[in-house]
């Protein structure tokens, strides 16, 4: 996914959506003019101890970003869109432009997009949200909408090998070890999904070490989730 500033004014905010999207692997663009230098204190206290895992360009202006991305398509959020972000269907290589704090994307570019312009819904008494949160919110409604589980069967040895695999965010390399833990879920969950108890994995595992087998996890962050792990074949034969 590919994340677009235009003209942002607080370094604090592009810090934290430069670590948001070095996490999901997403790639970000500047529109200058930017309201600070990208060298501020305040740009690496948030996020340039990421930033060499960044893929990060800037450009002059919005005329030059199109010429570099001719087709590109580009979905663009203002609180004056008449479509919900969790109503379209996005794109892995679709382009999702964020406006300045003070004043968001100029009118006359939502003109010309008015069909890929998008906004989250919110209270009316509330004037908008944080530049960084809305990014976050929009961009892994995005991710969502593009992670694919594919399923692997291998039989050998009487026993069954299964690879559950997902193209999708990844895990976190300092929760691999912790996923297995009871009640635990990830960063990304904890707090949005309500419903949830953690215990899914953690009974997962216990059930195949119950047959004597094992459970491993390769992720990769900003690729994706495998999950490998075998169980006995059955002895008995099915009957007529």
């Not at 003109?111 to 209270?123: H, S, T």
């Not at 909408?145 to 291998?154: F, M």
């Amino acid at each position: 996914m590919h994340i677009i500033l235009h003209q942002p004014e607080i370094p604090a905010n592009t810090g934290n959506i430069g670590r948001t999207c070095a996490a999901s692997g997403s790639s970000l663009h500047l529109i200058e003019p930017l309201g600070f230098r990208l060298d501020e204190k305040s740009v690496k206290r948030s996020g340039m101890d990421y930033w060499e895992q960044l893929d990060v360009t800037r450009y002059i202006n919005y005329q030059e970003f199109l010429e570099k991305h001719p087709g590109a398509r580009i979905w663009m959020a203002s609180t004056k869109a008449k479509k919900i972000y969790t109503e379209v269907s996005y794109g892995m290589d679709d382009f999702i432009m964020f406006g300045k704090e003070s004043g968001g994307i100029p009118e006359e570019i939502l003109v010309e997009n008015e069909e890929n312009c998008i906004r989250i819904p919110m209270l009316e008494q509330i004037r908008s949200l944080n530049l960084s949160n809305s990014v976050a919110i929009v961009l892994y409604e995005a991710l969502h909408h593009n992670s694919i589980i594919k399923l692997e069967t291998t039989e050998k040895h009487n026993k069954i090998f299964i690879s559950v695999k997902d193209s999708g965010i990844g895990i976190p390399k300092d929760n691999l070890k912790l996923i297995w833990d009871r009640f635990y879920k990830s960063d990304i969950s904890r707090g949005k999904d309500k419903k949830g108890t953690g215990l899914g994995l953690s009974i997962t595992k216990e059930i195949i070490q119950s047959h004597g087998e094992h459970i491993n996890v390769i992720s990769t962050e900003g690729v994706g989730t495998e999950f490998i792990f075998s169980l006995p074949k059955s002895d008995m034969e099915d009957e007529d």
